[in-house]
Nanobody, 115 residues
C-alpha cells in the first residue's frame, strides 16, 4: 500500500507563490510517474504537471512557465513550485503516484488565490 500526504496549500495573493509537497510512504518502489492534478467543484480534474522516474516533465498549457514540478527520489517526495499565481489557479490540488500500473491519490490540499 502507498500513502500520499500533501502539504503547502493555503491562501495566497494574486501574483504570489506557493510550494506544494507530497511525501509518499508505505511500499514505494518502481514508481513510474508522480504528478499534481487540480480540481474545483463541478469541474473535471486537470493534470497540472507530471514527472517520470527518468525526470521527464509535462505541464498543462495553463500553468506552463509558472509552475515547476520536481522530485526528490531519495525521500520519495514530489514538489510543485507555483509562481505568478492567478485566481484561476484556485483549486484542490491532488498528488498522484503511479506504481506497477496502479494509481494512488493523496487527500488533496486547498490552494486559494485572492483577486
Amino acid at each position: 500500500q502507498v500513502q500520499l500526504v500533501e502539504s503547502g496549500g493555503g491562501l495566497v495573493q494574486f501574483g504570489g507563490s506557493l510550494r506544494l509537497s507530497c511525501a509518499a510512504s508505505g511500499t514505494v518502489f518502481r514508481v513510474d510517474v508522480m504528478a499534481w492534478y487540480r480540481q474545483t467543484p463541478g469541474k473535471q480534474r486537470e493534470l497540472a504537471a507530471s514527472i517520470t522516474s527518468g525526470g521527464t516533465t509535462n505541464y498543462a498549457d495553463s500553468v506552463k512557465g509558472r509552475f515547476t514540478i520536481s522530485r526528490d527520489n531519495a525521500r520519495n517526495t514530489v514538489y510543485l513550485q507555483m509562481n505568478s499565481l492567478k485566481p484561476e489557479d484556485t483549486a484542490v490540488y491532488y498528488c498522484n503516484l503511479v506504481r506497477w500500473g496502479d494509481s494512488y491519490w493523496g487527500q488533496g490540499t486547498q490552494v486559494t488565490v485572492s483577486s
